[in-house]
């Protein structure tokens, strides 16, 4: 699944929603499934997770000081509202070499 995928997209009834298509690739491999996301909503957690699905959510995202122009986008909240970029000093790339 990629940040651009819509709600409406997420939604089980949707046929090529990628969740459920995940769901069933792990299903068919006997491999547990793990959701990571920055926000999973409550009913979404209690479902799957009775369903064995482990999930982890993503808070207090870091950013270089270079990043701060990025930051302050991702706090509007006419724009993605989220609370949680913050910017670090000891991060000096947005990605670390491998």
């Known amino acids: 699944m990629d940040a651009s995928t819509s709600w409406e ?14 769901l069933q690739k792990c299903l068919a491999l006997d491999a547990v499934p793990v959701l990571i ?3 999973i909503p409550y009913v979404t957690f209690v479902v799957l997770s ?12 870091l950013l270089p000081n270079a990043a701060a122009d990025i930051a302050a986008q991702a706090k509007q909240k ?11 000093p000891h991060h000096t790339a947005l ?3 491998a």
Do not use: F
């Not at 997209?9 to 995940?22: E, F, G």
């Not at 009775?50 to 995202?61: A, D, F, K, P, T």
């Open 9 to 22: 997209d997420m939604t089980p009834l949707a046929a090529s929603c990628p969740l459920k298509k995940a």
């Open 37 to 39: 996301a920055r926000r």
């Open 50 to 61: 009775r369903c064995g699905v482990i999930m982890h959510q993503l808070y207090n995202q």
């Open 78 to 88: 006419t724009l993605l509202g989220y609370g949680d970029p913050r910017l670090n």
């Open 95 to 97: 990605c670390e070499p």
